[in-house]
């Protein structure tokens, strides 16, 4: 087995490694990034965040045609759904986006090892499979990313009963999809399946969906869900999903079981960190599997880590930030991440977008703010896309004005928090989005709008 020489060995080419080995290139280091799969990316580009987006958007596309077009003076016939075609759109779309990274590799001088990586001692990795080679390196981080977690009693075969892997590559439209977890994941997978024909029903462990999200927003959100068709049980504790011929049986502490065509497990993820050689290097994970890291995302002397192997947020966008901050802290000596101005999307329709703290952790801090809202419903733009449902809700400090946190349920919300974001990173306050002028008529106002509400003096309402 040959021996390579190089300064960065990077394992997983997802959002975070990809990033961290074109950032590091950048700096001047010679950088290699191992990736099992053909095709480089990551869960994100590859099975996640990207065919997820086409398949959403597709479904919102058809919908719209089939019911939302007449309401705007359109009359539609003889629409029909062509799965195999949106599936198409969909390959097209993660095939341009992950030869996109291989160019940019190629652009930025990163050396790519087709295989699986694992730690054999310090500055030592091995690569097992097409490119099979030893790599020495002064430091090594860990990009694997994570894999879906599942529940005891769930017999996952991987395809009737499957996760979001195969919820996005599904070749018949289900007559009844079970999703199990009300999270981001299975509410977008759960309404494009729901848009597209399936009756869907969606069971949750919890007392309400979207744990994590402001409460407020979430109950607005699942009222509208529930208008689109979704079919909501609260509290239910499944306690198992097997096979049984061509259909599949759930079954749920307390209830009926319920028989159905498919499947959706989306009850978390884990961290991929098994078999990486990370005890070779005096690495322990937690009883959940996360690596623990400093500031720094080091875990041990020339070994560190991000993204979803790490504690936090699983999201694409958080292990970007980090990888870079990772890498320039390990070339420059500086390297931050404010996760205090980290957004969070859910790509439903409405989406819902936040950043920032919500109210119950505010409360529970004991830090003491004021709110200001505004809805949809009052913006000339959403009246004119006819798509006026939701709100902004903006929290900033009681004493200094200073904001706390955003939390968006509408049209484009992935797009307005962006907005809020940098004024979080920039120390502003409600204020200083108040005072800057916001074009009319567009979305954005809304933003604005709810920034003067915190202080009571919203115009438009």
Known sequence: METFQHDLVIIGSGPGGYVAAIRAAQLGLDVACIEKDPALGGTCLRIGCIPSKALLEASERYEETRHGLKKMGIKVQGVELDLPGMMRHKGKTVKALTSGVAGLFKKNGVKRYEGTGRIEGPGQVVVDGKDAARLEAKNILMATGS???????????????GGSTE???????????????????????????ARLGSKVT????????????????????????????????????????KLDGDQCIVESEGRDPVTC????????????????????????TDRRGFIQVDEHYKAADGIYA?????PGPMLAHKAEHEGVA?????????????????????????EIASVGKSEEELKEAGIEYRSGSFPFMANGRAKALNQTDGLVKILADAKTDRILGAHILGARAGDLIAEVAVAIEFAASSEDIARCVHAHPTLA?????????????????
Not at 183 to 192: D, F, M, Q
Not at 228 to 239: A, E, I, R, S, W
Not at 306 to 310: A, E, L, R, S, T
Request: net charge negative; aromatic share 6%.
């Open 167 to 193: 919820a996005i590559d599904y070749d018949v439209v289900p007559e009844h999809l079970v999703v199990i977890g009300a999270g981001v994941i299975g509410l977008e997978l759960g309404s494009v399946w």
């Open 147 to 161: 894999e879906v977690a599942t529940l005891p009693g769930i017999e996952m075969d991987w395809d009737r009963i």
């Open 202 to 241: 969606v069971l949750e462990y919890l007392d309400r969906i979207l744990p994590g999200m402001d409460s407020e927003i979430a109950t607005k959100a699942q009222r509208l869900f529930k208008k689109q068709g979704l079919d909501f049980h609260l509290g239910v504790k499944v306690t198992g999903a």
């Open 261 to 284: 065509d498919r499947v959706l497990v989306c009850v978390g993820r884990r961290p991929y960190t098994e078999g990486l050689g990370l005890e070779k290097v005096g690495v322990e």
């Open 326 to 350: 990772c890498v320039e802290h390990l070339v420059t000596g500086y390297g931050h991440v404010n996760y205090d101005a980290i957004p969070n999307v859910v790509y439903t329709h409405p």
């Open 306 to 310: 991000i993204g979803d192997v790490i």
């Open 445 to 461: 106002e809304v933003v604005k709008e709810a920034a003067l509400a915190v202080d009571g003096r919203a115009v438009n309402i």
